[in-house]
C-alpha cells in the first residue's frame, strides 16, 4: 500500500493481535462439546422455509426476520429486509448476484450482460449500494462501472440478505441505497454434527446452455477444530432472447438508416442496417465461464471462536456491443446513476455505417476489432473471530478482516484494451453491548483502503488511493411495545491520486491531487407493536457520502459508454434526509411487510451531456445538485388452504420509486418502473409447486438522452422433490421461466435498448445434502 494507507496497516496488525490474543480465551475451553453445525446461530432463527419453493421465506411475521449480517439483528430500523435461502435460492441462481434477487421487493438488477449484473435497490446502484460477503465489501471493482461483475458466485452462497434502511449505514456511507450480504460456509461457523457435512449443488439452464456446478465440505479436525473447502465451475453460450435484439427504437433507427443507406444506392449498408434491425433469437458475445476455490478453518467453542479462509475467483465473459456503434464499446458502461444512456451514439451509428475509413481511423487509436470480452480474477485471504466475554455489560467483542487483489483485462478481439488493478483491504471490530434491561447495542470500528489503478486505452481515470475509517453505534431500547433505536457514523475519507488532468484541452496539465471528508450519518427510529405479531414503525435518517475517485478524477475518453467523461475534484459531500415508514407482521393466515420513504438530497452527484467533443467523443460531465427520491414496496403472503397433508399459499410483491433532479433537471436515469409480482405455492408431502405472474409496467419517465422501455410480463412454474422428506436439504427442481418468450427489459440497465432478458428458459436444479 502507498504512504496513505498507513493507519489501515496499523488497523490490520492490531486487528491480527486482537485475534491471536483472543485464542487463549477460546482454549480455554477446549473439554467442552462443540456447538452441532449451523449457518445461524441458534437464537437466530432463519426467515425461509426450505421446502417447496415458495415465496414465503421473504416475510416470516410469526416471528422477527432475523438476519445474520454482523450486529444488524432483528433491527426495525432495518425497515425493509429480505432473507433468500433454500429451496428459494437454488431456484433463482444466475450466474450474478443482481439477476438472483431481482424476485425480492425493491430489487432491480444492472443486468448489464449475463457476466455482470449488480442489485439496484430502491432505484439506487453503484456507490450507493454495498455488495457484502459475510459482512465485508466484495473488495471489486464491480461498483465502478456496470460492465464490471460482482466476485462473489451465488453458487457458494448459503443464504444473501438484502437490507433497506438505516441501519445499513453500518457498512458504511456507500450504503446509502441499502445492502446485499452473502452468507457462505468458508470460514466455518459450527462443528459438524456427524464430524463432516457435504453440500452439492448442479444447475442447468437452456437459455445460454448453462451448466454450472458447486460443492462445499466441512469435516471436523477435532472436537473443535472445523476444515472447510469448496469450488464452484459454470459455464455458458450465447443468451437466447425472446424477440428482437434490438428495442423498438434502436430498431426503427437502424431500419432509417437501411432506407437512406438503400435510396443513395449503398446496397451492401443497407443490407447490413437491415440485419441488425431484424436480429432476434441469440444475443452475440455474451457467453460466461466462471470458477472458484475456496478454503478455510475455524477454531470454535464455547470462549469464541476464530477462522481463516482463502479464496480465488475466475471469470471471463462477452460485453455485448450495442448494434451499428463499431467497437466503441470497449468497456460497456457508466457507473452509477449517470444522467444519460447510449442513445447519444445515434448520430455516431449513422456515420458510421457511411465511413469507409472508420477501421482506419480506429486502428490509428489501437483499438482492435474483435469481440469485446472481460477476464477477470480475485485472490482474497478472510479473517473473522468472535470472543464471548458474557459479563453484564459486555457480551462479545466480533472482529473480521479482509484483504483482495483484483485484476481484470479487457479485451478487444485479441488485443488487451485496459487493465484495472486493485489492491484493498477491509477491516471491522465491533464491542457487542449485553442487554441490560431492554437496553442493547454495539459500537464498532471499520477501515477501508483501495490502490487502484487503470492502464490502457480506456483509462479515463488516473491511478488513486482511498482511504476511510468509520466510527459507529447502534443503540436499542426496548420498553414494552415500544421500542427506540439509535444509529450514528462518524466516516473520514481521503481520495488521492498523482496524476489528475486538469485545465482546457489546450493548455492542459497533470496534477497531484489530495482531498478529504469527514461525513456525518445519524438515524433514529421509534417503533410500536400494535399486536403479538404486528408492529408499525418511522425511521429518520441523515446521512453524507464523500465522493468517489471516478466522480473525482475522471478525465478522459471512456470509449465504452462513446464519451469523454470529465469529473470535478472539488466537489463535496453528497447530503441525504430520509424519513421511512412501515408495517410489518402477522394477523392470522397473513404476513406482510410494506414500507413507504423518502429521501431528498442536497449536491446529489450525477453526470450529463455539455455538448461539444473531444477526443472525437461527446463530452460528459459530473455534476452535483439537488435530487428527490420517494417509493413505496411490500410483500404479502397468505396461508389459502391448510387440509389433509395439502398447503396452498398466496404471495403478492410490488414496488415503486419515483426520483427526480431538482431545478427542472429532470427525472434521475435508469430507475425502475411499476412492479407487481404475484404467485401460488403449493406442497403435498414431498412434492412442492409454484406457479407466479411478474409484471413490469412501461417506464416513460426518462431522462435526456434514455429512451422508454415498454411493459413485459413474465410467466414462471417450478416443480420440486425431496426424495427424502420434506425436512431434507437435498432437492431436485425444475423450471420454467418466461413461459410465453416475451422480450423483457430491465429499465435500470445501461444496456437495455440491445441486452434483453433470457427468452424462454427450462431449468434443472438438484441439491445434494448430507
Known amino acids: 500500500m502507498t504512504q496513505g494507507g498507513t ?66 439483528r432483528d433491527l426495525n430500523l432495518l425497515a425493509g429486509k429480505s432473507v433468500v435461502t433454500g429451496d428459494e435460492l437454488i431456484r433463482d441462481l444466475r450466474p450474478q448476484i443482481g439477476d438472483t434477487l431481482t424476485s425480492l421487493p425493491g430489487v432491480s438488477a444492472t443486468s448489464f450482460s449475463p457476466g455482470a449484473s449488480r442489485p439496484v435497490l430502491r432505484g439506487f446502484q453503484g456507490e450507493r449500494v454495498r455488495v457484502l460477503t459475510d459482512g465485508l465489501g466484495s473488495l471489486d471493482v464491480s461498483n465502478t462501472s456496470t460492465d464490471h461483475g460482482v466476485t462473489i458466485d451465488p453458487l457458494t452462497a448459503e443464504r444473501i440478505e438484502v437490507l433497506r434502511g438505516p441501519a445499513v449505514m453500518l457498512f458504511g456511507s456507500q450504503a446509502i441505497g441499502g445492502a446485499v450480504n452473502v452468507i457462505d460456509r468458508r470460514i466455518p461457523r459450527g462443528v459438524p454434527e456427524h464430524g463432516y457435512h457435504v453440500d452439492a449443488i448442479g444447475t442447468y439452464g437452456s437459455a445460454a446452455n448453462e451448466r454450472s456446478g458447486g460443492a462445499g465440505v466441512d469435516v471436523a479436525l477435532s472436537s473443535q477444530i ?45 443490407a447490413e442496417a437491415r440485419a441488425l434491425a431484424n436480429r432476434r433469437g441469440r ?29 480465488y475467483y475466475d471469470s471471463k465473459y462477452g460485453v455485448p456491443e450495442r448494434p451499428g456503434a463499431g467497437h466503441a464499446h470497449g468497456e460497456g458502461g457508466h457507473d452509477h446513476d449517470h444522467d444519460h444512456d447510449h442513445d447519444h451514439d445515434h448520430d455516431h451509428d449513422h456515420d458510421h455505417d457511411h465511413d469507409h475509413d472508420h477501421d482506419h481511423d480506429h486502428e490509428e487509436e489501437g483499438h482492435d476489432h474483435g469481440d469485446v470480452t472481460i477476464a477477470m480474477k480475485q485472490f482474497r485471504a478472510d479473517m473473522r473471530g468472535e470472543v464471548i466475554a458474557g459479563g453484564d455489560f459486555l457480551d462479545r467483542i466480533r472482529f473480521r478482516a479482509g484483504f483482495a487483489d483484483y485484476e481484470h483485462t479487457e479485451f478487444e478481439g485479441a488485443e488487451v484494451g485496459t487493465v484495472f488493478n486493485s489492491q484493498a483491504f477491509e477491516g471491522r471490530v465491533e464491542v457487542v453491548q449485553a442487554d441490560r434491561g431492554g437496553w442493547r447495542g454495539v459500537t464498532g470500528f471499520q477501515g477501508f483502503t483501495r490502490d487502484f489503478s487503470a492502464v490502457g486505452a480506456e483509462a479515463f481515470v488516473p491511478p488513486n488511493v482511498t482511504d476511510q475509517y468509520g466510527l459507529f453505534t447502534l443503540q436499542e431500547i426496548n420498553r414494552g411495545n415500544w421500542e427506540v433505536e439509535f444509529a450514528g457514523r462518524y466516516e473520514h475519507a481521503a481520495v488521492r491520486s498523482n496524476a489528475v488532468r486538469v485545465g482546457p484541452p489546450e493548455d492542459e496539465a497533470t496534477v497531484g491531487v489530495s482531498r478529504s471528508f469527514n461525513a456525518f450519518s445519524g438515524a433514529l427510529g421509534l417503533s410500536y407493536a400494535v399486536g403479538p405479531e404486528v408492529r408499525i414503525g418511522i425511521n429518520g435518517s441523515r446521512a453524507e457520502r464523500a465522493p468517489s475517485a471516478e466522480e473525482l478524477f475522471s478525465n478522459g475518453p471512456h470509449v465504452a459508454t462513446q464519451a469523454f467523461e470529465i469529473g470535478n475534484p472539488n466537489f463535496k459531500t453528497e447530503k441525504s434526509w430520509g424519513l421511512e415508514l412501515y408495517a410489518r407482521g402477522r394477523t392470522g393466515p397473513v404476513r406482510f411487510q410494506v414500507s413507504g420513504y423518502a429521501t431528498w438530497f442536497d449536491d446529489y452527484i450525477y453526470e450529463n451531456a455539455v455538448g461539444g467533443e473531444r477526443d472525437g467523443l461527446p463530452v460528459f460531465q459530473y455534476f452535483q445538485a439537488g435530487a428527490r427520491y420517494y417509493g413505496v414496496e411490500g410483500e404479502l403472503t397468505a396461508d389459502l388452504i391448510r387440509t ?12 415503486y420509486v419515483n426520483a427526480t433532479l431538482t431545478n427542472d433537471r429532470g427525472p434521475v436515469p435508469r430507475i425502475p418502473p411499476l412492479r407487481v409480482l404475484g404467485g401460488l405455492s403449493a406442497r403435498a408431502g414431498d412434492f412442492g409447486g409454484r406457479v407466479e405472474v411478474e409484471h413490469v409496467t412501461a417506464q416513460n419517465r426518462v431522462a435526456s438522452f434514455e429512451t422508454p422501455t415498454e411493459d413485459f410480463t413474465l410467466v414462471n412454474a417450478s416443480l420440486s422433490f425431496k426424495p427424502f422428506g420434506r425436512e431434507s436439504e437435498t432437492t431436485f427442481i425444475v423450471s420454467a421461466n418466461n413461459i410465453f418468450d416475451v422480450d423483457a427489459r430491465r429499465h435500470a440497465s445501461f444496456t437495455k435498448d440491445f441486452v434483453p432478458l433470457a427468452g424462454r428458459d427450462i431449468r434443472v436444479a438438484a441439491r445434494l445434502s448430507f
Not at 23 to 37: E, I, N, Y
Not at 644 to 655: Q, R
Open 644 to 655: 389433509n397433508g395439502f398447503e396452498l399459499d398466496g404471495n403478492i410483491v410490488a414496488d
Open 226 to 270: 472445523v476444515a472447510h473447502v469448496d469450488g464452484s465451475y459454470r459455464k455458458s453460450d450465447d443468451l437466447r432472447i425472446g424477440g428482437y435484439q434490438l428495442s423498438p427504437t434502436l430498431r426503427n433507427e437502424q431500419l432509417g438508416i437501411a432506407a437512406e443507406e438503400a435510396a443513395e444506392g449503398h446496397v451492401e449498408e443497407a
Open 7 to 72: 493507519t489501515l496497516k496499523i488497523f490490520a496488525v492490531l486487528l491480527a493481535g486482537t485475534a491471536f490474543t483472543a485464542a487463549p480465551a477460546f482454549a480455554q475451553s477446549t473439554d467442552v462439546p462443540a456447538a452441532p453445525s449451523t449457518e445461524v446461530p441458534a437464537d437466530e432463527p432463519t426467515s425461509s422455509n426450505d421446502s417447496a419453493p415458495t415465496r414465503t421465506g421473504h416475510v416470516e411475521a410469526n416471528r422477527e426476520i432475523v438476519v445474520t449480517a454482523p450486529f444488524v
Open 283 to 311: 444475443l452475440p458475445n455474451s457467453g460466461t465461464e466462471t470458477y472458484t476455490l475456496g478454503a478455510g478453518v475455524a477454531l470454535i467453542n464455547e470462549g469464541g471462536s476464530l477462522g481463516f479462509s482463502v479464496g
